[in-house]
Protein backbone atom coordinates (compact mmCIF):
# COMPACT_ATOMS: atom_id res chain seq x y z
CA UNK A 1 0.00 0.00 0.00
CA UNK A 2 1.48 3.29 -1.02
CA UNK A 3 1.68 6.24 1.56
CA UNK A 4 -1.36 8.27 0.40
CA UNK A 5 -3.58 5.13 0.41
CA UNK A 6 -5.82 5.17 3.29
CA UNK A 7 -5.59 2.83 6.14
CA UNK A 8 -9.11 1.76 6.31
CA UNK A 9 -10.25 -1.34 4.28
CA UNK A 10 -13.89 -1.18 4.35
CA UNK A 11 -17.08 0.65 5.00
CA UNK A 12 -17.26 -0.02 8.32
CA UNK A 13 -13.85 1.44 9.42
CA UNK A 14 -14.81 4.83 7.53
CA UNK A 15 -18.30 4.76 8.84
CA UNK A 16 -16.90 4.07 12.72
CA UNK A 17 -14.96 7.30 12.22
CA UNK A 18 -17.83 9.34 11.63
CA UNK A 19 -19.50 7.57 14.60
CA UNK A 20 -16.61 8.52 16.83
CA UNK A 21 -17.09 12.31 16.31
CA UNK A 22 -20.54 12.19 17.51
CA UNK A 23 -19.65 10.09 20.26
CA UNK A 24 -21.36 6.99 18.95
CA UNK A 25 -20.22 3.49 20.01
CA UNK A 26 -18.62 1.55 16.79
CA UNK A 27 -20.61 -0.60 14.44
CA UNK A 28 -19.59 -4.09 13.87
CA UNK A 29 -21.72 -4.49 10.51
CA UNK A 30 -23.57 -1.35 8.79
CA UNK A 31 -26.66 -4.20 9.15
CA UNK A 32 -26.91 -3.43 12.81
CA UNK A 33 -30.71 -2.65 14.25
CA UNK A 34 -29.46 0.41 15.48
CA UNK A 35 -30.58 4.00 14.74
CA UNK A 36 -26.69 4.66 13.88
CA UNK A 37 -26.43 1.60 11.31
CA UNK A 38 -29.50 2.49 9.71
CA UNK A 39 -28.79 5.95 8.97
CA UNK A 40 -25.08 5.42 7.93
CA UNK A 41 -26.07 2.86 5.80
CA UNK A 42 -28.79 4.83 4.19
CA UNK A 43 -26.45 8.05 3.83
CA UNK A 44 -22.91 6.57 3.22
CA UNK A 45 -23.10 6.27 -0.65
CA UNK A 46 -24.56 9.30 -1.66
CA UNK A 47 -21.99 11.36 0.29
CA UNK A 48 -19.52 9.42 -0.94
CA UNK A 49 -20.45 10.11 -4.37
CA UNK A 50 -20.96 13.92 -4.24
CA UNK A 51 -17.23 14.14 -2.64
CA UNK A 52 -15.69 12.43 -5.50
CA UNK A 53 -18.33 14.48 -7.95
CA UNK A 54 -16.89 17.91 -6.19
CA UNK A 55 -13.44 17.83 -6.72
CA UNK A 56 -11.27 16.06 -9.20
CA UNK A 57 -9.48 13.73 -6.83
CA UNK A 58 -6.53 12.03 -8.57
CA UNK A 59 -7.25 8.45 -7.33
CA UNK A 60 -10.54 8.66 -8.95
CA UNK A 61 -9.64 10.00 -12.12
CA UNK A 62 -10.54 7.37 -15.51
CA UNK A 63 -10.16 7.36 -19.13
CA UNK A 64 -12.66 6.35 -21.58
CA UNK A 65 -13.39 6.37 -25.53
CA UNK A 66 -16.87 6.58 -26.11
CA UNK A 67 -18.98 4.57 -28.22
CA UNK A 68 -22.20 6.20 -30.26
CA UNK A 69 -25.31 5.52 -29.44
CA UNK A 70 -26.76 5.60 -33.16
CA UNK A 71 -30.40 5.42 -32.49
CA UNK A 72 -30.70 8.65 -29.91
CA UNK A 73 -32.61 11.38 -30.62
CA UNK A 74 -30.42 14.56 -31.57
CA UNK A 75 -30.61 17.58 -29.29
CA UNK A 76 -28.39 20.41 -29.61
CA UNK A 77 -25.72 18.15 -30.87
CA UNK A 78 -26.07 15.39 -33.47
CA UNK A 79 -24.12 13.15 -31.73
CA UNK A 80 -25.09 10.81 -28.55
CA UNK A 81 -22.46 9.09 -26.17
CA UNK A 82 -23.72 7.09 -23.02
CA UNK A 83 -21.15 7.49 -20.59
CA UNK A 84 -19.68 5.06 -18.57
CA UNK A 85 -21.84 3.55 -15.62
CA UNK A 86 -19.32 4.69 -13.08
CA UNK A 87 -18.97 8.19 -14.05
CA UNK A 88 -19.62 10.95 -11.47
CA UNK A 89 -18.23 13.96 -13.35
CA UNK A 90 -16.66 14.77 -17.05
CA UNK A 91 -13.45 16.55 -16.63
CA UNK A 92 -12.61 17.13 -20.04
CA UNK A 93 -13.16 15.69 -23.46
CA UNK A 94 -9.81 15.81 -25.23
CA UNK A 95 -9.63 18.39 -27.92
CA UNK A 96 -12.59 19.89 -27.03
CA UNK A 97 -13.50 23.23 -25.59
CA UNK A 98 -15.95 23.42 -23.15
CA UNK A 99 -18.91 24.81 -25.78
CA UNK A 100 -18.40 21.65 -27.95
CA UNK A 101 -19.73 19.03 -25.89
CA UNK A 102 -22.22 18.98 -23.12
CA UNK A 103 -23.53 16.39 -20.58
CA UNK A 104 -27.37 15.81 -20.35
CA UNK A 105 -29.56 12.45 -18.76
CA UNK A 106 -31.12 10.96 -21.72
CA UNK A 107 -33.83 8.30 -21.46
CA UNK A 108 -34.90 5.70 -24.33
CA UNK A 109 -31.41 5.49 -26.23
CA UNK A 110 -32.03 2.15 -28.37
CA UNK A 111 -35.37 1.28 -26.32
CA UNK A 112 -38.20 3.75 -25.05
CA UNK A 113 -38.37 1.41 -21.82
CA UNK A 114 -34.59 2.39 -21.25
CA UNK A 115 -33.77 4.07 -18.14
CA UNK A 116 -32.44 7.30 -17.94
CA UNK A 117 -28.55 7.34 -18.27
CA UNK A 118 -26.24 9.86 -18.71
CA UNK A 119 -24.85 10.89 -21.67
CA UNK A 120 -22.27 13.24 -23.75
CA UNK A 121 -23.38 14.83 -26.67
CA UNK A 122 -21.31 16.78 -28.96
CA UNK A 123 -20.67 16.78 -32.53
CA UNK A 124 -17.05 14.81 -32.20
CA UNK A 125 -16.78 11.45 -33.41
CA UNK A 126 -15.24 8.86 -30.89
CA UNK A 127 -14.54 11.38 -27.86
CA UNK A 128 -12.11 10.69 -25.79
CA UNK A 129 -12.89 11.70 -22.39
CA UNK A 130 -11.29 12.34 -18.94
CA UNK A 131 -13.49 11.78 -16.22
CA UNK A 132 -13.92 11.65 -12.22
CA UNK A 133 -15.78 7.51 -11.40
CA UNK A 134 -17.39 5.94 -8.12
CA UNK A 135 -14.64 4.35 -5.92
CA UNK A 136 -16.31 2.38 -3.67
CA UNK A 137 -13.61 0.76 -1.88
CA UNK A 138 -12.63 2.66 0.84
CA UNK A 139 -9.14 0.80 0.84
CA UNK A 140 -8.13 2.74 -2.45
CA UNK A 141 -9.16 6.10 -1.26
CA UNK A 142 -7.19 8.78 -0.42
CA UNK A 143 -6.41 9.13 3.29
CA UNK A 144 -7.18 12.56 3.20
CA UNK A 145 -10.24 11.98 1.27
CA UNK A 146 -11.34 9.79 4.10
CA UNK A 147 -10.72 12.19 6.96
CA UNK A 148 -12.78 14.60 4.79
CA UNK A 149 -15.30 12.10 4.19
CA UNK A 150 -15.84 11.17 7.61
CA UNK A 151 -16.75 14.57 8.75
CA UNK A 152 -19.25 15.04 5.95
CA UNK A 153 -20.68 12.07 7.03
CA UNK A 154 -20.89 12.62 10.47
CA UNK A 155 -22.68 16.03 9.77
CA UNK A 156 -25.40 14.59 7.75
CA UNK A 157 -26.39 11.96 10.20
CA UNK A 158 -26.21 14.13 13.13
CA UNK A 159 -29.55 15.78 12.64
CA UNK A 160 -31.32 12.32 12.27
CA UNK A 161 -29.15 10.79 15.53
CA UNK A 162 -30.78 14.18 17.59
CA UNK A 163 -27.11 16.12 17.79
CA UNK A 164 -27.82 18.67 14.96
CA UNK A 165 -25.99 21.10 16.88
CA UNK A 166 -22.69 19.49 16.15
CA UNK A 167 -23.91 19.44 12.27
CA UNK A 168 -22.29 23.21 11.68
CA UNK A 169 -19.28 22.49 13.45
CA UNK A 170 -18.70 19.22 11.62
CA UNK A 171 -19.11 20.80 8.57
CA UNK A 172 -16.94 23.69 9.33
CA UNK A 173 -14.39 20.91 10.22
CA UNK A 174 -15.12 19.02 7.27
CA UNK A 175 -14.29 22.98 4.99
CA UNK A 176 -10.99 23.00 6.42
CA UNK A 177 -9.83 19.35 5.79
CA UNK A 178 -11.40 20.02 2.07
CA UNK A 179 -8.80 22.93 1.41
CA UNK A 180 -5.66 21.20 2.91
CA UNK A 181 -6.98 18.16 1.03
CA UNK A 182 -7.88 20.00 -2.51
CA UNK A 183 -4.45 22.04 -2.42
CA UNK A 184 -2.05 18.76 -1.95
CA UNK A 185 -3.92 16.59 -4.15
CA UNK A 186 -3.83 19.25 -7.02
CA UNK A 187 0.14 19.72 -6.48
CA UNK A 188 0.35 15.80 -7.82
CA UNK A 189 -2.02 16.61 -10.80
CA UNK A 190 -0.32 17.75 -14.20
CA UNK A 191 -1.11 21.34 -14.31
CA UNK A 192 -2.98 21.37 -17.12
CA UNK A 193 -5.60 18.73 -14.97
CA UNK A 194 -6.15 20.97 -12.19
CA UNK A 195 -9.85 22.08 -12.78
CA UNK A 196 -11.27 25.24 -13.61
CA UNK A 197 -14.94 24.66 -11.60
CA UNK A 198 -16.00 25.67 -8.28
CA UNK A 199 -14.31 23.86 -5.69
CA UNK A 200 -16.35 22.05 -3.33
CA UNK A 201 -15.94 24.48 -0.43
CA UNK A 202 -17.14 26.89 -2.52
CA UNK A 203 -20.21 25.05 -3.81
CA UNK A 204 -21.12 24.02 -0.37
CA UNK A 205 -20.76 27.91 1.49
Known amino acids: MTGFLS ?3 NEVSVANLALAYLKEGPLVSLD ?12 FGSVRDALLRSHPWN ?12 TARAGRFSRVYP ?5 LRVLEVEGLDEDSWTVETRGGLSDDTAPLVPVLCTEATTPKVFFVRTVAEPALW ?3 FVQVFALELAAVIAPLLGQADAADDLEARAMRR ?7 NNREAARSEVTRSPSFVTARW
Open 83 to 87: LPATC
Open 32 to 43: ENRPAARHVAAQ
Open 178 to 184: MNRATRI
Open 7 to 9: RVD
Open 142 to 144: DAL
Open 59 to 70: FARDVATLAEDP
